[in-house]
């Protein structure tokens, strides 16, 4: 009887342990969204090409961060780069900004992780509240001095929730 009452007590706190490991390790996982990149033909950067990312958004209610990736090589020419953004909502108007991404620092060191392809992170919104659900669309385009810009390889969107 002693037996069968350690084996059953045994078997509870073993199923207690992995209920705790399963919420712990759940609440801790970021919750992405949306994470997509596109490739720049060449690795030259039209003027007038703009990238599109669409994502859905399901929840209204929670603050999201959003994010731009560059991936960058040796080729590129500049500490910056200048980007025109448009964010396209569900309902009302379009909203136009302009960005500045820092590339490399005042000695021309790369600021990205790698080392002949550069990826860096630019935060365009943190804990931000969309406005409605449904579709929205970011687009980029240069807004540097050149017609074609040479060495940005490609560029990515992140969307995640906060504080996940």
Known sequence: ?????????????????????????????????????????HSTWEKDKEYYFTFHIDDSTVPYNITLEIRNNNLYPYQNLWLFLNEESPIGSMARDTMECMLADDFGKWLGNGISLFQ?????????????????????????????????????????????
Not at 5 to 20: C, D, E
């Open 1 to 41: 009887m002693r037996n069968l009452s350690q084996g059953l007590i045994y078997k509870v706190n073993s199923m207690i342990v992995f209920f705790i490991c399963l919420f712990l390790f759940s609440c801790g996982k970021n919750q992405t969204v949306y994470n997509q990149y596109q490739t720049i033909a």
């Open 120 to 164: 860096t992170s630019f935060p365009i919104k943190t804990n931000y509240h969309f406005t409605d659900t449904g579709s929205y669309t970011f687009s980029f385009r240069q807004g540097m001095r050149n017609d074609t810009l040479r060495g940005i390889q490609e560029m990515g969107l992140r969307i995640e929730k906060a504080g996940s």
